[in-house]
């Protein structure tokens, strides 16, 4: 079982950046591999970003075409942390942010939603134009 709590959102002007953080209880974090999803008022939840898990030789972080080259996602296993760092944002970001955990992950599924088993309970990112 792994709780995951997140934090760092908030409102923003446009153009601007911020940092959200996923804490993981339990001590198996770093067999799961982490997504980040959002979703705005009136529309379906949609991937953001997504890393591997341990069992690969290296960490691989997928994104959604809207936030490649804005968003970076990182993790540290030492902290049971996963970062999302977001930068040059829009108000088309605006939307709840949820953090993810699987252990059903692969390279092909990564980007749906019922891939994950854990979730957050998100965190309000508002960027302002």
């Known amino acids: 079982q792994v709780q995951l709590v997140e934090s760092g959102g908030g409102l923003v002007q446009a153009g601007g950046s911020l940092r959200l953080s996923c804490a993981a209880s339990?001590?198996?974090?770093?067999?799961?591999?982490m997504g980040w999803f959002r979703q705005a008022p009136g529309k379906e939840r949609e991937f953001v970003s997504a890393?591997?898990?341990?069992?690969?030789?290296?960490?691989?972080?997928y994104y959604a075409d809207s936030v490649k080259g804005r968003f970076t996602i990182s993790r540290d296993n030492a902290k049971n942390t996963v970062y999302l760092h977001m930068n040059s944002l829009k108000p088309e970001d605006t939307a709840v942010y949820y953090c993810?955990?699987?252990?059903?992950?692969?390279?092909?599924?990564?980007?749906?939603?019922?891939?994950?088993?854990?979730w957050g309970q998100g965190t309000q990112v508002t960027v302002s134009s």
């Open positions: 993810a955990g699987s252990t059903n992950w692969s390279s092909r599924n990564y980007y749906y939603a019922s891939t994950y088993d854990y």
């Open positions: 339990g001590r198996t974090f770093s067999r799961y591999a």
């Open positions: 890393i591997s898990w341990s069992g690969t030789i290296t960490y691989y972080p």
